[in-house]
């Protein structure tokens, strides 16, 4: 799963996270979120927040995850929003909203676009600076949490669980929460059992075995390493259990690897498998990971 399709998933199943990000309140709260694809080009915005289309007043908000460096990505930002207006005449004002892991991220040429940067049309937003109250949504913390490295995630996903427990009556809701939060939390700790994380996290009633991720990648994963590492002894077994979750991972988000890449991945040392456990999540093309590979 690409990092834009975790936020797409936060975005569609809690719309004012967005507001709660901007620190916003809006006049209408019935705000609708989709991605968009603009027709003749190859621009698709990651996601348009519009109000109902009788509310003429309220902005339209263009929101752009940006996980990776890129030198062009000012120029290609700019030019999604403005072909949608060109495209689609909307009679609404407009804010652009940037998400970045980071300010290192943040490397796009602004000289041509200077005047809008420092407007009130464009925010841009840093996850590792946001510092949510104790009373902040869930969904604030789970983007905290995205970012989070992973020796200090444990912490925030208790307290994440422990708040969808107390706060969330809703059954079908509490479990899309649980499901984002061991999404989140198998990307940044793969090795572990579903045991541990369940132990971990602090779910007593849930069976993750039923959560959408875990049926897709997790379970089996975890049962082809088991089975490839049961006579290779606790640690190897445990290795062959991490690599076997990290290729399936890998192939949901890129497709087949080829086998030279498959055995590469496979020869890593688990030390060497945890850090590629901590960039899954910024990989935005195959490339990228051969490029790490052949660095590591």
Not at 74 to 82: A, K
Not at 177 to 200: A, C, F, G, H, N
Not at 269 to 278: A, G, T, W
């Amino acid at each position: 799963m690409k990092t834009d399709s975790l936020f797409y998933r936060l975005f569609q199943t809690f719309p004012p996270l967005l507001f709660d990000l901007l620190k916003f309140t809006p006049v209408n709260s019935n705000y609708k979120f989709k991605s968009v694809e603009i027709k003749q080009t190859a621009f698709r915005l990651d996601g348009v927040f519009s109000p109902p289309e009788n509310d003429h007043n309220s902005p339209l908000f263009f929101v752009e995850v940006q996980f990776q460096t890129d030198k062009r990505f000012y120029h290609r930002f700019f030019s999604e929003i403005f072909l949608y207006l060109r495209q689609f005449d909307p009679p609404n004002p407009w804010q652009g909203v940037v998400i970045y892991p980071n300010r290192q991220t943040e490397t796009g040429k602004t000289c041509h676009y200077d005047f809008l940067l420092a407007s009130s049309r464009v925010h841009r937003i840093y996850l590792n600076e946001l510092e949510p109250p104790a009373n902040a949504p869930i969904s604030l913390k789970l983007l905290k949490l995205i970012v989070t490295p992973a020796d200090k995630s444990a912490a925030l996903a208790q307290e994440i669980a422990k708040e969808t427990y107390g706060e969330i009556n809703q059954r079908p809701l509490q479990l899309q929460l649980i499901d984002l939060l061991e999404t989140i939390m198998v990307y940044k700790l793969p090795i572990l059992s579903r045991e541990e994380i369940q132990q971990m996290i602090g779910i007593t009633d849930i069976d993750l075995k039923q959560t959408r991720f875990y049926q897709d990648v997790f379970a089996e994963g975890q049962q082809e390493g088991k089975q490839e590492g049961k006579q290779e002894g606790k640690q190897e077994g445990k290795q062959e259990e991490a690599v076997s979750i990290v290729l399936r991972l890998l192939k949901r988000q890129f497709g087949s690897l080829d086998s030279a890449m498959e055995t590469r991945i496979r020869d890593l040392k688990l030390s060497v498998i945890e850090m590629l456990v901590d960039q899954l999540l910024d990989f935005t093309d195959i490339s990228e990971l051969k490029t790490w590979l052949e660095d590591h």
